[in-house]
Structure formats: C-alpha cells, structure tokens
C-alpha cells in the first residue's frame, strides 16, 4: 500500500513496540514515513521465499488505524469513501479509497466493520495524517465520531503457507470459518487481538491488530509457534517484491493524487450505486465515462528478458516512441527475473505485445507484456 522502503539509514523516526526486538534480531533499520522498520533482518530473497513456501512475521504498526463510531458511522463512511460501506457485516472488512473532490486517489484503505456502528479504517502509514483530517472534515454534520487510534495498536503479521497452523496452535478462535477480508477479536497466545485474515504478500496469511504493551509477548509466542514450520521475521523490503508479484498497487507508485480508480484501472472500487452524494461522486462519473470512451493508460506486468532491473521513473518504449512509465520494478525470486508494473498506451497494454522495452540508462532493455498478477497462489 504505502510508498517503497527507501534503503537509507534509519533517522530519528518513530519507533514501534517492537523496536527492542528488531535491533536485537540485527535488523538493518529504515526511515519509512516517518517511522524507524526493520528493512531486512538477513537476506530479503530468503525472507522473501520463506513467505511464499513457509511463513514470514512481520511488524506493520507503522499503519495508520482510525475508528469510526457512532449512529451515522456507516453514513459518514459512505459520503467520505468511493466504496459501499454500509453494506458490509460485522466482522467483515472491504478493500476502499478515499479521493479527493476533483477524483484523485488520497489512500488506498481497508475498512473493518467491528460492531453495528463502529468501523476501524486503516490506512497507509505515509497518508494516515491526511486521512484522519479528512475523514475528520467530512464528519462535519454527521452523528459519528472520528478518532485517532495509531497509538493503539500494534499490527503484526504472519504470512505464508503455513501461517494457518501456526496461529492455530495459539487460538482459539475458529480461523477455519475465518473468510478472506474478515475480522474477529480473539486471543492469541493470551493476547487480546483483533484476528484479520487479510495481507499484502499474494499469500494466506493474518494480520493481528493489539495493545502496544503485548506486541513483544506475541512476537515471541509466534516466533516459538512457528520455529518448527520454518517461520522467519521479515522485513519491508521483502513486503515489497511480495506484494509486486501478486500485482498488489502500491500508493505513491501504482496509485497518486494525479490518477483517479479509473486510471488505475481500479474503478470497480467506486460504488456509484450507492445511495447518496459522496466525495468526488461528480468528478469520478466523468472519469468513468472518459475512461469508457477513450481507455486511459493499463497497469500491465512486464517480465525481463534480461537480466537488468526497471526501477520507477523508467520510460516504456515501442517504435522509439515513449509509450508508458514504470511504477515498480524489482528483481523477482520467485520468477527468477526482473519484473516491473507499468502504466502503457491501451494499444500496447495486451500480453504478449512484441516490441515493448524500457528504457534503462539510454539502452532499450526488451520485456515481456504480461497479465498481472505475476504470481498468484495456489488455493
């Protein structure tokens, strides 16, 4: 979701409760939105295939939770966000974004339905200040309240294969009846959490929202739990060729102010359907119609055929002519190759387009026009 970890030094940033632990596992540390993460606790391709084949423990509390309460809470979410929030259950969440009045993308969010009139929006650690004062503005005149939780919780991960038996051996919660994009408070290894089955790697996985206090008792119960599974403490770096290759957006990269769900080729999220006024509802039915009549650049997925990386910036090339721009790239360690997301012209956007390069330092590095995603799990 957030913008990618940059691999500078770790500056005075904020830490989370789990700081002690990462410094103690010999972490290489990072600023990232303000906040000191761990970017790679050894090497980020191990890291990166133990989540794709075993399992990965990651610290997110670097994101932003807000809570939502009150009467009118689904009302106001409704009229603030693009998607149909009032329609989701208790105990089920829904993948969203909150625009802007003239349609460019704010954040990408998870939205978590807790309690009849009680929401727990979460947002991108980069963006989590411009959401809350958002939502905050758009609560003028509705019975509902918008509250700060950042400092509330702290949000760990376990993903991967594996990751539904470990957390089984330290719950009682019934993770079997637990649905994709679900939510249920539990204990787990005598810790109050929020259970989520959500993620951001392409695989099965949990993400564990609780106190800061107990953040380093469950770290630790999870890493005993997972020891024999092959369960490894991950960091951002692998976060990031993860939720590439699953051809997840990432905001700053894949999603900006300057594009709207249209352009992103995301306009599914918009819910124009429902009832009411909402922000930016004019502006997106033009972009709607626009991108119907005259289709906007696509996200595609381009695999190397050789061996040099495209980074974001990059220009796609056909013909000579400048055709597109990379958003991500990375090598892949799962493919073996350099992968990249790119927004192209339409009429290069089919997989399987000949001719397609990127433009690496003034050589016209070929690669391969191909759906996204580039991996996607088997069930």
Partial sequence: MSSSPAS???????????????????????????????????????????????????????????????????????????????????????????????????????????????????????????????????????????????????????????????????????????????????????????????????EDGFELFVDPADAEKLWQALTEAGASAGLVPCGLSCRDTLRLEAGMPLYGHELTTALTPFDAGLGRVVKFEKDGDFVGRAALSEAASRAAENPPRVLVGLLAEGRRVPRAGYAVVAGGQVIGEVTSGAPSPTLGRPVAMAYVDAAHAAPGTAGVGVDIRGSHEPYEVVALPFYKRQK
């Fill in 8 to 202: 500078s030094p770790a500056g005075p940033g904020r830490r989370t409760a789990l700081d002690a632990v990462h410094r103690a596992l010999g972490a290489t540390m990072t600023d990232f939105a303000g906040w000191d993460m761990p970017l790679r606790y050894g090497s980020e391709r191990d890291e990166h295939l133990a989540v794709r084949t075993r399992a990965g423990l990651f610290d997110l509390s670097h994101m932003g939770e807000i809570t939502v309460t009150g009467p009118e809470a689904a009302a106001l979410l409704d009229f603030a966000l693009v998607g149909n929030i009032g329609t989701v259950k208790p105990g089920r969440a829904r993948y969203t974004m909150i625009c802007r009045a003239d349609g460019g993308i704010l954040d990408d969010l998870i939205v978590y339905r807790l309690a009849e009139e009680t929401y727990l929006v979460v947002a991108n650690a980069s963006n989590a200040q411009v959401v809350l004062d958002a939502l905050t503005e758009r609560a003028d005149g509705f019975d509902a309240e918008v509250r700060d939780d950042r400092d509330a919780y702290a949000l760990l991960a376990v993903q991967g294969p594996e990751s539904p038996g470990i957390l089984a051996g330290l719950t009682d919660a019934d993770l079997d009846g637990l649905k994709y994009y679900a939510g249920l408070p539990g204990t787990v290894a005598g810790v109050p959490a929020l259970i989520a089955r959500t993620g951001y790697t392409g």
